[in-house]
């Protein structure tokens, strides 16, 4: 049986699948929590300081990551950083927001 096309879909084309991993988030490892950071941000310090706090707090390792050791890295995040991935997914970048990091790694919904 032949799939119903959707309003404003061109005839013949399929809908794109699930999207491909980023080939950054395999190098990055299994940890639950990274921070991706760049020498010299003042904004990195912070974001560190609170990483380190609720890592702790939590007993989950992270990881610290230089955007500028790894061209797939600097290609994805540029000056967007510190960026905070948990479970491998963008959580936040620039200002970490300490309650919504803590709801996150505890696994509670709403930490968008």
Do not use: I, K, N
């Amino acid at each position: 049986m032949r799939r119903r096309r959707r309003r404003g879909e061109p005839p013949g084309r399929q809908r794109p699948g699930p999207a491909a991993p980023r080939l950054w988030s395999q190098r990055l490892g299994p940890e639950r929590l990274v921070l991706v950071t760049r020498p010299g941000c003042h904004l990195c310090a912070q974001a560190q300081e609170v990483v380190t706090r609720v890592a702790g707090d939590l007993r989950v390792t992270y990881r610290e990551v230089d955007v500028d050791a790894d061209p797939a890295l600097a290609a994805e995040f540029g000056d967007r950083v510190p960026v905070v991935l948990v479970d491998g997914s963008e959580h936040t970048y620039w200002h970490v927001d300490e309650g919504r990091l803590r709801r996150a790694l505890a696994g509670r919904r709403g930490w968008l």
